[in-house]
């Protein structure tokens, strides 16, 4: 808190800016824009890290995926000269090898020639998967219950229904509970509708490379009733994709690189799969955002290096105006300390001001890019806090040599001055 010579000293601070309105005003300028820029910077970066956090969360932080690579007609011939492709006797070598390994889901696209309801038909992709599926990929369900370990053992003809789907299939219906019960066609396969996904609120189709959201428009299977009940072609690989769930304490890139020399020697090294590793991906994302951070704070920290020459501009222009003021101030008891305190207190004023009007300056620009680019947007206090802080220093640094100067004129001097 200031004491009552501290709220003078503020009150002559502020006095002294308003006789300078314009020359006061052009110096903010700089502590605005530095501060602002600062702020906005800060939030943007902290709403793309925590974008990036839920989308590594919905493909899961602690999976790998392995995914099944596509070949043209003839490739893919060669290909199988020497591998199956991704298959159950896979997941099971990975089961032996893989001490850290928590749990595994598998998957299978179902090539479609029809898919329809009594009320409507649907372009929706079709995916055979293991009941722990849903729990790997990060999938509630809004209504009903998911593929379970019954429905694999019994060959059951049940599905689940991501959103866009259920809507595509009953649109007729008013809440997508009531499609629950009712039967879908998928090619020849009669299947009975026991579950409908919540949907996930992704501001993005892909991260780094990798489809994010295509869980709206999919119609889950059982994955033994497919292999079971429905036909695929002859080159086909048992599995298109199989997730891996990791133990906490494991090492998801030195786990991948396992996994790919165990598959790369069962492969015949075909080079037919690929690994995602999305604790990788994230460090990526990671060190990208880092630089821009780097770049952005390079860019605010020449706003508030111009605003602090200002400040130290208009200080000096100060010192020269005010020099029979201060004579007259030491010769009525004033001490060095005192006027090199005052002045110091003028320049972290304008700081301060500017600081003030900056923090709502990068509010709006957040707000304005979040807006109009689409980006996502986190506020931060700490961004604020360290804006602040930054332009408050600076103001008392480059207001320091003016202050020195004005607490280094001499009395006597100062007072026969013009």
């Not at 999919?218 to 079971?228: G, S």
């Not at 807006?371 to 360290?386: D, E, G, K, M, R």
Request: some cysteine; glycine content about 8%.
């Amino acid at each position: 808190m200031l004491n009552s010579k501290g709220l003078e000293g503020l009150r002559h601070a502020l006095d002294q800016l308003r006789q300078h309105k314009l020359r006061t005003s052009l110096t903010l300028l700089g502590m605005v824009f530095g501060v602002g820029a600062v702020i906005a910077m800060l939030s943007i970066g902290e709403g793309a890290e925590q974008e990036s956090l839920r989308l590594i969360e919905s493909m899961g932080v602690r999976n790998l995926l392995i995914q099944e690579r596509e070949f043209d007609p003839e490739t893919l011939k060669e290909v199988r000269e020497h591998s199956v492709g991704l298959s159950h006797s896979d997941v099971r070598a990975i089961r032996e090898t893989l001490p850290t390994l928590q749990a595994v889901s598998e998957e299978k696209k179902v090539k479609l020639w029809s898919l329809f309801s009594l009320h409507a038909s649907s372009d929706a992709q079709v995916l055979a998967v293991s009941p722990s599926y849903f729990d790997l990929a990060s999938l509630r369900l809004a209504h009903g219950r998911p593929i379970e370990a019954s429905d694999n053992q019994t060959y059951g003809q049940v599905a689940v229904l991501g959103t866009q789907a259920a809507r595509a299939l009953f649109p007729t219906m008013k809440g997508s509970d009531e499609a629950l019960g009712r039967l879908i066609k998928i090619n020849h396969l009669w299947v009975k509708v026991v579950g409908i996904l919540a949907d996930k609120d992704l501001s993005k189709d892909e991260f780094e490379g990798v489809a994010l959201g295509g869980d709206r428009n999919r119609v889950f299977i059982p994955l033994a009733a497919a292999d079971k009940r429905l036909k695929f072609d002859q080159l086909e690989s048992e599995l298109d994709a199989i997730r891996l769930r990791l133990a906490e304490d494991a090492d998801p890139q030195r786990t991948a690189r396992t996994v790919d020399h165990l598959l790369a020697r069962r492969h015949g090294e075909q080079n037919d799969f690929e690994l995602v590793v999305p604790a990788a991906l994230l460090k990526q994302q990671q060190q990208t955002q880092q630089i821009f951070t780097v770049v952005m704070a390079a860019i605010a920290s020449i706003s508030l290096l111009v605003g602090g020459i200002g400040i130290m501009n208009i200080m000096l222009a100060t010192v020269l105006e005010r020099t029979r003021e201060i004579g007259l101030l030491r010769a009525i008891g004033a001490t060095r300390k005192d006027i090199q305190q005052q002045f110091l207190l003028e320049s972290a004023t304008v700081a301060g001001v500017g600081a003030l009007i900056g923090i709502f300056f990068g509010l709006a620009l957040a707000f304005g890019i979040q807006q109009f680019a689409n980006w996502p947007v986190a506020w931060s206090l700490t961004a604020i806090i360290l804006s602040v802080s930054i332009c408050l220093a600076t103001g008392v640094i480059f207001g320091w040599y003016p202050a020195r100067q004005a607490a280094a004129l001499d009395p006597i001097k100062a007072l026969h001055a013009e």
